[in-house]
């Protein structure tokens, strides 16, 4: 079954630390692939998504992710996390040529950052 | 701004009763969704609509049904609620099927 998995389930970091989130995912073909972010008591804001052309992606707050075909690999990246980063995060994959009603996210990480 | 608005932030309603959640979306997207989000499982789609009066069953639509007799108006509804149904519901949508889903901020409903 197509599934997408994000290995952990919380992560603390401290402030001004580099950050990776890790995303990988079981699919034929390349599929869309999607990173959101939500805050506490907020709906989900989209911060990046890849569908093609190069690997690596920029998003907003200072995120970017790169694309990995041989590990199958959507990793997050921020070189120095901020107070206010601490929110849950999640992947999300779409199979290549397919819409939203097939969107499947992963389970979440939730990042604490400390002062 | 974008603005999906969720009517009820909060809700706590008994086993049995009938529950409505409503989604108002101003961007005139033609796509809506309803998502269940349950600690651990990240979000599951309970249903799809792709115009008015269109929709789709998503991967959880056991127990719930939808609406959408106007365009920016999404509904969800829980026939007879009942305590597995205890979660929080996001609704979202989006101008194509591939482009950005914009969320609300979410209805938190516990059936006791």
């Known amino acids: 079954a197509q599934s997408v998995t994000q290995p952990d389930i919380h992560i603390t970091v401290s402030e001004g630390a580099s950050l990776e989130l890790r995303c990988n995912y079981s699919?034929?073909?390349?599929?869309?692939l999607f990173w959101y972010v939500q805050s506490p008591g907020q709906g989900l804001q989209l911060l990046l998504k890849y569908f093609s052309g190069d690997t690596l992606v920029q998003g907003i707050k200072g995120f970017e992710a790169e694309f990995k075909r041989s590990q199958s690999s959507f990793n997050l990246r921020k070189p120095s996390v901020h107070w206010s980063d601490a929110a849950e995060y999640f992947c999300a994959v779409v199979p290549y040529s397919g819409g939203y009603n097939k969107l499947i996210f992963g389970a979440g990480t939730r990042l604490a950052v400390h002062p | 701004d974008v603005k999906v608005t969720q009517s009820s932030r909060y809700l706590v309603k008994r086993t049995g009763e009938k529950v409505f959640l409503e989604c108002v979306q101003d961007m005139d997207h033609e796509n809506m969704f309803w998502y269940r989000q349950d600690p651990g499982l990240g979000l599951r789609l309970i249903y799809f609509?792709?115009?008015?009066?269109?929709?789709e069953k998503g991967d959880i639509p056991e127990g719930y049904s939808v609406s959408r007799e106007k365009k920016e108006r999404f509904s969800l509804i829980l026939e007879s609620a009942s305590t597995n149904q205890t979660s929080m519901y996001l609704c979202?949508?989006?101008?194509?099927?591939?482009?950005?889903?914009?969320f609300g901020e979410g209805s938190r409903l516990t059936v006791l």
């Open positions: 979202a949508s989006s101008f194509s099927v591939t482009g950005e889903l914009f």
């Open positions: 699919y034929g073909a390349t599929p869309y």
């Open positions: 609509s792709y115009d008015v009066k269109m929709k």
